[in-house]
Each structure stands twice: as structure tokens, then as C-alpha cells.
């Protein structure tokens, strides 16, 4: 089974986005306008002001995809051969490639193992003299702890990326997601929270951050767009984020609960006071052992035949050649969440409870058969 995105927006029951008659009608005013055809516009123009303000007026650009903008982010702080840029041990693949793509060597830290982000310990660990930036992801509902990373960063003159392609919306220590960083990033993606089928889009705290990557991007046309037609779908869902994200959360709570009593399951717990979690996946660290050894493929094959959409994780990239990166300690739990994550994808996050009665079912029917077989 593949990574995290086996739900594709290309599957048939995917389920998201969901109809939306603002959505019909946002498209019918792109058509309406003439807007649809052209490079910048009207939409593209709004949405960036929207992003701006919902995120306390830094610079928003809109760019192709959320793995283009962690690219652009690297390119705009001026990271290249030579440099380090920290990351890690399991997270999105194309962070890795991205650093990987502006000729950085990437160096993995370990992740907190009851949220599946970096800390400020394991960052620390990463550091050398040529560490020019860590990328930090708020992953599968977790809260990267950012006031304590952004102190190291900025005590030791390393750039954050703050990647918030799974978590527009999340409070993190008062802040919105994405704001933490020199440089933040958000996912327009398919399955993404805030869809326009792709796309992506950077939050910029300095204007010559701004600059260069405006330069990048420019080959006589933005290389990189976001286009006029994409850039209407999105306000409307932006409007619905909140709430969406508070039903989401209290869902996701739900589900934590009941599956507390199973002994296999490890659930998600951020640290007291980490904020307000989004969740485009809603994660567990499956223990086989507890389970009479049955393998995590066997044990999602066996929640999908009693109808629970279960997905694996990342594969993380702790198994990486060290021709290719750094690794700063051993990355045991890097290692395990990659083994070891199993994950509800969040549509199922925003539908009727008996939805979700039929994941606890499928547990216990799972642990029934599991149970009964030892
Ligand atoms: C999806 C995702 C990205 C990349 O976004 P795309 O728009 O799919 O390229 C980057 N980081 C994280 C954590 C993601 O989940």
C-alpha cells in the first residue's frame, strides 16, 4: 500500500470536495466575468489579500502547489549548494526534494512521538555552521512547538519554513498556523483542506524575501501560478474554514476517546497549551505487538473490509541513503511513525456520527477476531 494520499481526488467515493453551490457559483462568476482565461485578476488579486488578513497581514503569493512553495521558500532565504536545512525523519517526501532541488543537503532530526512533529531539542541536535533553515510541519493534527523553536532559530541565526499545508486554520501558540516562519506555506492540493484542485501559496514576513522570489518565479509570465480561474474557488471555502476545522476537531476528539480502550492504538496528544489542531488526517501509531503481531497492512486490509477508511503514513525518509542527507541521531521514533502510522483522512471527519460509529465498530470487531484467533 502507498503513502499517505491513497484517498486521491481521482478516486471514485473520495468524497471532497464536497458540493458546494458557492463554489458553482464562484465558478459561474469567473466564467461570467472573462476572468477565467487570464494570468492575474480579480481573483487571484482577492485571494491574496484574504491569505494576507487571515493571516495578520504578511505578504501572501500565490504559487502552483504546496511542494512548489517550499522550493520557493528555500530559493527566497537564498539556500543552495553548501548549505543544511533541517527537516524531519518523517514528513511529506517533497519537503525533502525540495531542499534536495536548490542543491541543499538535508539533515533529519527525530519527531516528538505523540505528535509527529519536530521539537525544539531534536532541532537543536541537527545544528552545524551550516545549517541555514528548518522546515517544520504541522502534521496529522499535531502542533509543532513554535515559540520554543523559534527562539533556537532565531538565537542561532537559522530561517523557519512553517509548513502549513496540513493545517490552515490551526492555532499555534496564539498564532495562526504559518506565521511562525520567516517564511510559511500552505497546500491548495486536491485533498487538501483548502482546495483548487492544486495549487499552493507562501506567507512572507520580508519584503526581499518577497523580491527574490518574485524574481524567481518571473520568466515573462509567473512560472509558478496560481491562475485567475483556481484562485475563485477558494475565498468561499476560506469562509467555511473555521467552522469546518471546529467540527473536524470535535469529531476527531470523539474518535480519540472511543478508541482510547483499544490497547494497539497510540493516539495523538499535543502538548498541554499547543494550540488549536487541524485535522487533514487523524493519526495512530499502530502497536502489532498488542495485536497478537499482526502486521499493519493486514490490520488496515482487515478495518476496510468492516468499512473504516483506514490509510497507512508517510514513509518517512529515515531509510535514505546517507549520500543524500544528514542524520542527526538515530531517528527511532522517525522510524516508528513510519513503520508504524496508520490514519483517517478527513472527510469522514466531517460527516453524521454513525460514520464514525462504524470505525469503533470495525475496532472492536478487529480486535474480536484478533483476540479470539490467539
Ligand atoms: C501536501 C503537503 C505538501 C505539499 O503540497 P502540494 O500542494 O501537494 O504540493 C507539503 N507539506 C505537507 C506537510 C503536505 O501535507
Known amino acids: 500500500m502507498a503513502e499517505a494520499d491513497q484517498h486521491t481526488p481521482n478516486d471514485p467515493g473520495f468524497g471532497w470536495p464536497p458540493a458546494d453551490e458557492e463554489i458553482h457559483a464562484a465558478l459561474e462568476a469567473a466564467y461570467a466575468s472573462g476572468d477565467w482565461g487570464r494570468y492575474h485578476g480579480a481573483f487571484t488579486t482577492a485571494l491574496t489579500a484574504r491569505l494576507a488578513e487571515m493571516h ?12 512548489v512553495a517550499v522550493e520557493l521558500a528555500l530559493r527566497g ?21 525540495a531542499i534536495e532541488s536548490v542543491g541543499a543537503t538535508p539533515v533529519l532530526v527525530d519527531i516528538n512521538p505523540h505528535n509527529w512533529c519536530l521539537t525544539a531539542e531534536t532541532i537543536e541536535g541537527g545544528l552545524s555552521d551550516r545549517t541555514r533553515a528548518v522546515i517544520v510541519s504541522h502534521l496529522h493534527g499535531g502542533i509543532a512547538p513554535m515559540p520554543a523553536i523559534h527562539s533556537l532559530a532565531v538565537s542561532r541565526g537559522v530561517s523557519i519554513i512553517d509548513d502549513a499545508c496540513q493545517s490552515p486554520g490551526a492555532v499555534v501558540a496564539g498564532r495562526p498556523a504559518g506565521t511562525w516562519g520567516d517564511v510559511g506555506v500552505l497546500s491548495f492540493g486536491g485533498s487538501k483542506l483548502l482546495t483548487a484542485g492544486r495549487g499552493g501559496a507562501l506567507l512572507i514576513q520580508r519584503a526581499e524575501v518577497l523580491q527574490r522570489i518574485k524574481v524567481y518565479c518571473e520568466r515573462g509570465n509567473h512560472a509558478f501560478p496560481l491562475s485567475e480561474l483556481q484562485a475563485a ?54 502497536e502489532s505487538e498488542r495485536l497478537g503481531g499482526l502486521s ?33 541521531g538515530k531517528l527511532e521514533h522517525s522510524a516508528r511513525a513510519a513503520k508504524a502510522t496508520v490514519l483517517l483522512h478527513h472527510p469522514i471527519l466531517l460527516r453524521p456520527r454513525e460514520d464514525l460509529e462504524v470505525v469503533v465498530a470495525a475496532l472492536a470487531s478487529v480486535h474480536r477476531d484478533q483476540t479470539g484467533r490467539a
Open 233 to 286: 474557488v477558494l475565498p468561499p471555502q476560506i469562509e467555511k474554514l473555521a467552522a469546518r476545522n471546529r467540527k473536524r476537531r470535535d469529531n476527531a476528539q470523539w474518535l480519540i476517546e472511543q478508541c482510547r480502550p483499544f490497547p494497539f492504538l497510540c493516539p495523538l496528544e499535543n502538548p498541554p497549551d499547543a494550540g488549536e489542531p487541524v485535522f487533514y488526517k487523524l493519526p495512530w501509531l499502530f
Open 77 to 97: 532565504l537564498k539556500i543552495g549548494a553548501g548549505d543544511e536545512v533541517i527537516l524531519a525523519g518523517y514528513d511529506f517526501s517533497g519537503n525533502f526534494r
Open 296 to 328: 499493519r497492512e493486514a490490520f488496515v486490509t482487515a478495518m476496510r473490509a468492516e468499512g473504516a477508511p483506514l490509510d497507512v503514513g508517510f514513509h518517512g525518509f529515515t531509510r535514505r541513503p546517507a549520500s543524500r542527507c544528514r542524520k542527526a
Open 56 to 67: 495578520g497581514g504578511e505578504h501572501a503569493f500565490l504559487c502552483s502547489s504546496g511542494t
